[in-house]
């Protein structure tokens, strides 16, 4: 048999089959690992027998179901004994019904174990919900109250398996005397109820297992723990109060209605009315009431603390109802829930608790009318609140939980409460003779059994309100409740006093007015003080004043609701000055007795009886003079230097009189006297002294008018040895003369006598120091010597100065001598080319060192590493840009010199443009468009003479720059156009501007077109990859053919020819391409080279300059080689006759050599060989060739009709000339109208238009009219 007693971690776990000695409440048992999972290890008592299904069910439930579900509500298990598992310890505790199980808080220090009984398995799974509860909870607070740990454990219960019957028992149990505390634990079934039903009240309202989690975590308890949670809820929360009785409100409401609408119910609890065996039923009514022929009143009712009671009310017919809470102590809390009938909405008010008496009233207006049911919720809000049985830590030292009784009263107010003043007397209260106060009487009768009333009284004059009170007043049964208040006036006038009544939800019942009554004024009361009755001369006395105008109204004679200052004070000083002031401060100059006196004036404009002050005055003091210097008291002598200023003063004399009245004398013993009224501060320096000394005697007199004070002091004045002014820094260079600065000045005399010394030896010329100069020198007695030093380090050195009166100073400083940093010198390189060979050549020195051991570095900036030890180098650089060379050189002693750094630029050769183009035809003819596949395609090339291209309108052609390169030494020989290719050609961009006003293209390879002919230049640029790219361009010049001209008229040269004449046609053209003395021609294969040449591309293979191509068709309406184009039929009129009579039209067609062609037509008048076509004379007219023949008649009278009808229709206006007409008025035209037409010359000229805006041309009814611009080239 294994046994394990030690601690162990999670990788040591039990294992089944392992035991151990288990305390339990009555003992200690051996127990075996029956079951185990990865939170728990199953022990069973040794020789106890539990089947399989039931170990297997309790640790498929506690995987499934327990453990999960409590420590995401209740926090994560503790791991004390670091075995990571719950121990569940099943053994025989007291046979069936008794104890099922427990947890032991004594053990919880070193393991986690629960247990259960054997004998009451069927319970088992609620039972370890309950105290693993226990068992979480322990870990993190284990001082909570029972009630709150309970019922968590309950709460535990029904989160794992719902509300089973030992649940639903243990709520309904509170819930049929919900007067039992919720805060009191007494092992009762009750207690766990109260504490489940609250516990499932807070997890619903205030945030779940995250809350619940908080609330178990928190180290405070009770009470405090619930409203520290409510305070700080978690998101999306519901309001519930932060206070315990805001929060124990809410949960009545919610226990006894368990509404749907927010606070007032339970959303993770189904709540039935009536309580039975099986679910939860909501908290049952202590009494109601429907019936209102007479007072309701419910029997005298117990109820311990923080226990509840409800009662619920209905059937109102729409009287306010009354209710009323009379506890038999004080302490008692409720709350009054109102349903609103139209809309069915609860709503929550506190009941009323009188602080005087404890009674609590509330009232509820609209009863049975606007509002339907009211429930009213009491609970004892007893001092002892958390509890756990009678123990210590609730407080109770004796006796038990506390209890208290109460009776609630309900009835209907059938008419509002009724005020009325009795009576107003008028009498005086200060004696004066003047009446200024009243008392007034007055009268309330309430027709509610018992209500508190509130009393709002008024104050008015001249109808304005001056002053209120208000007062709680209680009343009931009808009887008449008499009340009496006071009241004195701020000022005389005619009063009026008002009243009116509120119930307690602040609802007007009544109110009542009294006739004016005439009031005076009450005179103020005038206090005050002194501070002294015996003072001397100049000597402040502090006098206070007082007193108080009270007034306005009191619920006590003799009280009032104000309590003001006067408004002023009037002071008499007695020695004829006044003062406003209410604390002035006076002194007296001369001595004698007088007598100080006060009136105060109120805000009514009375004034109070005089108060009366004596004070006697005189002066005994005799001044004591103090001399200090900078704060600092002088009682013996002192010694100081000569010529050193020092103020004196006497700041600190003590008299009565005031400094500036005081008159001070100084003699100063050297034959100055200084003096004068006020006079306590001085000014003086003495400027005779030695090396030991001379003394003075300084006196002072004091006087203030009757008495004389005396003070002396001794003044030794000292002469001044050389001072040092000069503190500094001293730094030279090796072979440099440095002069000496001043280092002492004597302030009271001169320098007689100087001595330097200088450790090492100097040089002590003023200039031309060198290597072989003379560095011995150690002494110099010049005043500003000039010393060089030959090696660099920290000198010393030493300076003795002597002034006049034989005082000498000495100090010592050091001077810090540098090494001198050779100097870097090389000739300027100048720019350059990528093929510049450059020598840099050093030329450097050391001026105090030896200049052949310099060492040499040069760094140049495309070089990572540094060249050493060399003074010359040389370089050629191949690529462009902005390159520096820089020289360092470094002494024998290390000190490097400053670089020298020059920067040159080596140029960028720029990039090589190189246009060629070619235009593709297929079988000899030329594409007039793009093609998509190149494959099948001829290249042509249309060549101009110099240089260029010669193409007819709209023919595409295609351009490549591909064959451009960077001339840079890289790139040489490479012919990609792939930046990241090696075989890349350095070329970025292409840019092609074709000189037809059409945008720039890019691309190597780009195709275009010339619309309109003409000469055009293109301009072809690349770009490099050289900084931000340089460019460079060729150009080349494209002509674009104009079509031929057609100058002939008549190509027969006569009026007409007659059938079986010969053809003969005579034409004139010219084109202008030709006649400007244009060559070109076409390769007509750009992969051939026909001539021999070696270029591929400048075969002359077609002449497209040459002579003009002429071609006719004699029939211009007849299709003859029927392709569909009747002006094609191009025929050979040689040898040919003229057939048919009759009007023929012919064509022409002129084309140059690239396609470009012009065509026009003729028509040619056929006669036959019978007919005369000749021209008649005048003599050969007869009446027959004037009158029109039957065809010729028609189309007269055609055109005849044609122009009435034009004319009519010209005499209707349209709509733009009706515009016109109505816009005459608009235009301010003065218009002739005839015809009924106003013409364009009809009218006189209208004025000239103003300038239109921006917007006003854009504006349609502006009527402004854009103009037509063109461009004209300049």
């Known amino acids: 048999e294994n046994s394990k007693n030690s601690i162990r971690s999670c990788e040591n776990a039990w294992s089944v089959g392992e035991s151990d000695n288990i305390t339990t409440s009555g003992g200690t048992i051996t127990a075996t690992v029956q079951r185990i999972s990865t939170n728990s290890a199953i022990f069973v008592e040794n020789g106890k027998i539990v089947s399989s299904t039931t170990l297997n069910d309790i640790v498929s439930t506690w995987e499934s179901t327990i453990f999960p579900t409590n420590t995401y509500y209740f926090g994560e298990a503790p791991d004390v004994d670091g075995n990571c598992q719950i121990e569940i310890v099943i053994y025989e505790i007291d046979g069936v019904g008794g104890t099922g199980g427990y ?208 009662y619920k009310f209905s059937q109102g017919n729409g009287d306010p109802l009354n209710l009323m809470v009379l506890p038999t102590q004080f302490g008692f809390v409720g709350s009054i829930l109102v349903k609103e009938a139209s809309t069915g909405t609860w709503t929550m008010s506190k009941l009323r608790m009188d602080s005087a008496t404890g009674v609590g009233t509330g009232l509820v207006h609209g009863f049975g009318n606007i509002t339907s049911d009211v429930y009213l919720f009491v609970w004892y809000n007893s001092l002892t609140d958390d509890c756990d049985y009678n123990f210590v830590n609730c407080g109770i030292m004796s006796g038990s939980y506390p209890v208290a009784s109460f009776t609630v009263y309900a009835d209907l107010i059938s008419d509002p409460a009724e005020v009325s003043i009795d009576s107003i007397n008028t009498f005086d209260r200060d004696g004066d003779g003047f009446e200024d106060s009243v008392e007034l009487s007055f009268e309330i009768i309430s027709y509610a059994f018992f209500e508190i009333i509130q009393v709002d009284f008024g104050a008015y004059v001249n109808n304005t309100l001056k002053d209120t009170i208000q007062l709680e007043f209680t009343a009931g049964n009808g009887e008449s409740e008499i009340g009496i208040i006071w009241f004195s006036p701020p000022t005389s006038g005619e009063w009026t006093f008002g009243v009116e009544i509120f119930d307690i939800t602040g609802e007007f019942q009544d109110s009542a007015f009294s006739l004016p009554v005439n009031i005076q004024n009450m005179k103020p009361e005038a206090s005050g003080s002194i501070s002294t009755n015996i003072t001397q001369t100049w000597t402040s006395v502090n006098i206070f004043g007082g007193g108080y105008d009270v007034w306005g109204f009191g619920d006590v004679n003799g009280s009032f609701t104000h309590n003001e200052t006067p408004t002023e004070y009037i002071w008499d000083l007695g020695n004829g000055e006044f003062s406003g002031l209410k604390n002035p401060t006076q002194y007296y100059e001369e001595e004698g007795e007088y007598q100080i006196t006060l009136i105060v004036r109120d805000q009514g404009g009375y004034y109070s ?74 000014y003086h320096s003495w400027l005779d002294g030695d090396s030991d ?113 034989g005082n000498f100073t000495i100090t010592s400083f050091t001077v810090e001598v540098n090494n001198q940093r050779p100097v870097a010198i090389f000739n300027r390189p100048p720019d350059g080319l990528t093929s510049t060979a450059y020598v840099f050549q050093s030329s450097s020195f050391d001026i105090d060192g030896d200049s052949s051991n310099l060492i040499h570095i040069w760094n140049i900036s495309d070089m990572e590493e540094s060249i050493y030890d060399v003074s010359s180098i040389s370089r050629v650089f191949s690529k462009p840009g902005l390159y ?150 060729t150009y080349l010049t494209v002509h674009v053919s104009s079509s031929p001209d057609i100058l002939t008229t008549n190509p027969i040269g006569t009026e007409y020819v007659t059938v079986g004449d010969a053809i003969n046609l005579d034409i004139e053209v010219s084109d202008s391409d030709l006649s400007s003395g244009v060559i070109a021609w076409l390769d007509e294969d750009a992969s051939e080279d026909s001539d021999g040449d070696g270029n591929m591309t400048n075969d002359r293979d077609v002449n497209l300059a040459d002579q003009l191509i002429i071609k006719w068709d004699f029939n211009v309406f007849e299709d003859s080689n029927f392709d569909g184009n009747y002006r094609n039929d191009w025929t050979n009129w040689e040898n040919k006759n003229w057939n048919l009579p009759g009007d023929s039209r012919i064509a022409v067609e002129v084309c140059d050599g690239v396609g470009v062609c012009s065509s026009k037509d003729f028509i040619i008048t056929v006669l036959s060989t019978s007919e005369d076509n000749s021209p008649k004379t005048l003599s050969d007219l007869t009446i027959d060739d004037l009158i029109p023949d039957k065809e010729s008649f028609g189309v007269l009278s055609l055109v005849a009709i044609v122009l009435i009808l034009g004319w009519l229709v010209m005499r209707q206006k349209n709509e733009d000339e009706m515009d016109a007409i109505d816009m005459l008025e608009t235009y301010g035209v003065e218009v002739k109208l005839e015809g009924g037409l106003p013409g364009m010359d009809q009218h006189t000229p209208p004025p000239q238009p103003k300038y239109l805006t921006v917007e006003e041309r854009k504006n349609k009814e502006s009527g402004y009219v854009r103009p037509i611009r063109t461009r004209r080239d300049k």
């Open 884 to 1033: 520096s060379v820089s020289l360092t050189v470094v002494d024998d002693r290390g000190l490097e010199s400053a670089t020298k750094t020059y920067y040159f630029k080596i140029e960028n050769p720029l990039p090589m443009p190189i246009l060629e183009f070619r235009q593709p035809s297929v079988n000899g003819t030329i594409l007039e468009y793009i093609p998509e596949n190149t494959e099948n395609i001829t290249w042509q090339v249309p060549n101009l003479n110099g240089g260029g291209i010669f193409i007819a309108p709209n023919m595409p052609i295609m351009f490549d720059g591909s064959q451009s390169f960077d001339t840079d030494a890289e790139f040489l020989d490479k012919k990609s156009i792939n930046p990241n290719d090696d075989d890349w050609n350095g070329i970025t961009k292409w840019i092609w501007d074709f000189g037809d006003s059409s945008p720039e293209v890019l691309g190597p390879m780009v195709w275009h077109s010339y619309e309109l002919p003409g000469i055009y230049l293109i301009e072809f640029t690349v770009l490099d990859s050289f900084e931000g790219g340089e460019a460079n361009s």
């Open 103 to 310: 947890f032991q808080p004594g053990i919880s220090s070193i393991r986690e174990s629960l247990f259960f009984d054997i004998d009451d398995m069927n319970s088992r799974n609620t039972i370890l919900a309950h105290e693993f509860e226990h068992l979480l909870h322990n870990s993190r607070d284990p001082f909570e109250y029972m009630w709150i740990d309970e019922g968590a454990a309950d709460m535990a219960a029904y989160l794992c398996f719902g509300a089973t019957e030992t649940l639903s028992y243990h709520a309904n149990e509170w819930s049929q005397n919900s007067s039992i505390s919720v805060r009191w634990w007494n092992d009762r079934i009750a207690d766990y109820g109260a504490g489940f039903l609250f516990l499932m009240y807070i997890s619903d309202k205030l945030g779940g297992g995250q809350a619940i989690q908080r609330l178990v975590a928190d180290t405070a308890v009770g009470g405090v723990s619930i409203e520290n949670l409510a305070i700080n809820p978690e998101p999306g929360s519901t309001p519930i109060g932060t206070t315990m009785n805001d929060i124990f409100a809410n949960f009545s409401a919610a226990v006894s209605l368990d509404s749907p609408q927010g606070a007032f119910g339970f959303s993770n609890l189904d709540l039935t009315s009536e309580c039975g065996m099986e679910g939860i039923c909501k908290a049952q009514l202590s009494g109601e009431n429907d019936q209102w022929i007479n007072s309701w009143q419910s029997e005298s009712e117990s109820i311990e603390g923080w226990g509840m009671r409800s």
């Open 609 to 682: 009886e005089i108060q009366i002050w004596d004070i006697l005055v005189n002066d005994t003091s005799t001044p004591v003079p103090i001399v200090s210097i900078e704060g600092i008291q002088i009682e013996e002598e002192i010694t100081i230097l000569t010529n050193q200023n020092i103020k004196f003063s006497a700041l600190d004399t003590i008299d009565n009189v005031p400094l500036e009245r005081l008159n001070f004398t100084w003699d100063w013993g050297d034959g100055d006297v200084d003096s004068g009224e006020g006079y306590f501060e001085a």
């Open 693 to 805: 000394g001379i003394a003075y005697q300084l006196i002072l007199t004091v006087f203030d008018g009757k008495h004389y004070a005396e003070y002396s002091l001794q003044v030794n004045i000292i002469n001044r040895i050389p001072r040092q002014i000069f503190e500094g820094e001293l730094q030279t260079d090796t072979l440099t003369p440095l002069e000496m600065p001043e280092i002492f000045i004597d302030d009271d005399g001169i320098i007689v006598e100087y001595e330097w010394t200088f450790e090492g030896g100097v040089n002590t010329s003023d200039s031309g120091v060198t290597l072989t100069s003379d560095f011995s020198e150690t002494k110099s007695i010049r005043s500003n010597p000039k010393v060089s030093w030959l090696e660099p380090g920290i000198k010393n050195i030493s300076l003795q100065v002597t002034d006049d009166d």
